[in-house]
C-alpha cells in the first residue's frame, strides 16, 4: 500500500535555531503534500498545502516566512522551522493524497516531534 | 469555514460495540474518513466512505453516513483492548481541492 515516511521522527533543538522536516511518498507520485501540526491533545491543524513546482498556500495564521515549505520533487516535502522557539513544540504530520481508480485518499506520514529547548 | 466536530470521550466494555459519531458542515464534502491514532503515533487509515454511499462495512467497521444531516458515525463490533486510541474524522470538500478538515478527536477506552 502507500507509504508515506517523514524524518526525523523526533528532534530536539535550542531555540532560534532551524529545524528541517522531510516528507516523502515512497511508492507514489504526489503533487500536493500537506502539512499539519498536532498539540497535545487536540486535533490535527492545517497549516499549509504544498504543490509541487510552485508556492505552499498557508493557513490563516501561519507564519509563512517562519514555516518555509518547500516542494522540490514529486516525492519529496520539506518543512523548515526557522528560528524555532519552544512555543514551536509539537508533532508535526504530512499527508499526501493518492489517486487509486475513482477514488483518493490521504495517507499521513508517522509524524515528527519537536521539541524547542 | 469547514467544521467537523465529535464528543471528545466514550468509555466502553470489551466485547461490547463501540459508535463513534461526527457531525460536519461542508455540504460539499466528497470524502469523509475516519483514522485512528494510537499514543504517540501518526495516523492511521481505518476506512472511508463517498459522499453518495450510506454506508459502508468493512469486518468489524462499520460506517454510516447520513448526508442530509451531515452525521457520520463509525461503529466498531466487538470492540477489543487494541482499539483503544483517539478516533478522528475528517471531510474532504469538493471543487478538486484536496484539503481535509479533522474533527476533534474521540478518545476511546476500553475497559477489560
Known amino acids: 500500500g502507500a507509504v508515506v515516511s517523514q524524518h526525523p521522527s523526533w528532534v530536539i533543538c535550542k531555540s532560534g535555531t532551524s529545524v528541517k522536516i522531510e516528507c516523502r511518498s515512497l511508492d507514489f507520485q504526489a503533487t500536493t503534500m500537506f502539512w499539519y501540526r498536532q498539540f497535545p491533545k487536540q486535533s490535527l491543524m492545517l497549516m499549509a498545502t504544498?504543490?509541487?513546482?510552485?508556492?505552499?498556500?498557508?493557513e490563516q495564521g501561519v507564519e509563512k516566512d517562519k514555516f518555509l515549505i518547500n516542494h522540490a520533487s514529486l516525492t519529496l516535502s520539506t518543512l523548515t522551522v526557522t528560528s524555532a522557539h519552544p512555543e514551536d513544540s509539537s508533532f508535526y504530520i504530512c499527508s499526501a493524497p493518492r489517486a487509486s481508480g475513482s477514488t483518493d485518499t490521504q495517507y499521513f506520514g508517522p509524524g515528527t516531534r519537536l521539541t524547542v529547548l | 469555514g469547514e467544521d467537523v466536530e465529535q464528543s471528545l470521550f466514550l468509555s466502553v466494555r470489551e466485547g461490547d460495540s463501540s459508535v463513534i459519531n461526527c457531525t460536519y458542515t461542508?455540504?460539499?464534502?466528497?470524502?469523509l474518513y475516519w483514522y485512528k491514532q494510537e499514543p504517540g503515533a501518526g495516523l492511521q487509515l481505518l476506512t472511508y466512505i463517498f459522499s453518495n454511499m450510506d454506508m459502508k462495512q468493512d469486518q468489524r467497521l462499520t460506517v454510516l453516513l447520513n448526508k442530509k444531516d451531515k452525521h457520520l458515525s463509525l461503529r466498531i463490533a466487538d470492540t477489543q483492548t487494541g482499539d483503544s486510541a483517539i478516533y478522528f474524522c475528517a471531510e474532504r470538500g469538493g471543487g478538486g481541492y484536496q484539503k481535509v478538515t479533522f474533527g476533534t478527536g474521540t478518545k476511546l477506552q476500553v475497559i477489560p
Open positions: 461542508d455540504s460539499s464534502s466528497t470524502y
Open positions: 504544498s504543490n509541487e513546482g510552485s508556492k505552499a498556500t498557508y
